[in-house]
């Protein structure tokens, strides 16, 4: 059974930094990408920021770019998200998900959303 289990989230004020936690577990065959996608009251879900588990690639959304940083452990099968120089618009449910094989581009994938795998999330609170 896929389990995706996420942390690292909290209450951390405007210009701070938070690093976000996925564990991932039960792949039996892989997976093709893990990303970060958010989700705020009234909002639509966004994809943040992906990142391939053959190659490394990855995209970021831009409202997020130069800020974020997203990295794997493959050993732990583990993902980060480092978080830096954060806004109040960054506040959101963030969930980590998993793409079991390839339909598009990271990219594409992550602008969708179109993973198969999803944790429950964490919330980020950014105070201004």
């Known amino acids: 059974q896929v389990q995706l289990a996420e942390s690292g989230g909290g209450l951390v004020q405007a210009g701070g930094s938070l690093r976000l936690s996925c564990a991932a577990s039960?792949?039996?065959?892989?997976?093709?990408?893990i990303g970060w996608f958010r989700q705020a009251p009234g909002k639509e879900r966004e994809g943040v920021s992906c990142?391939?588990?053959?190659?490394?690639?990855?995209y970021y959304a831009d409202s997020v770019k130069g800020r974020f940083t997203i990295s794997r452990d493959s050993a732990k099968n583990t993902v980060y998200l480092q978080m830096n120089s954060l806004k109040p618009e960054d506040t959101a449910l963030y969930f980590c998900?998993?793409?079991?094989?390839?339909?598009?581009?990271?990219?594409?994938?992550?602008?969708?959303?179109?993973?198969?795998?999803w944790g429950q999330g964490t919330q980020v609170t950014v105070s201004s």
């Open positions: 039960g792949f039996t065959s892989g997976f093709y990408a």
């Open positions: 990142i391939s588990s053959s190659d490394g690639s990855t």
């Open positions: 998900a998993a793409a079991g094989r390839v339909r598009a581009t990271v990219q594409t994938m992550c602008v969708r959303g179109d993973y198969d795998y």
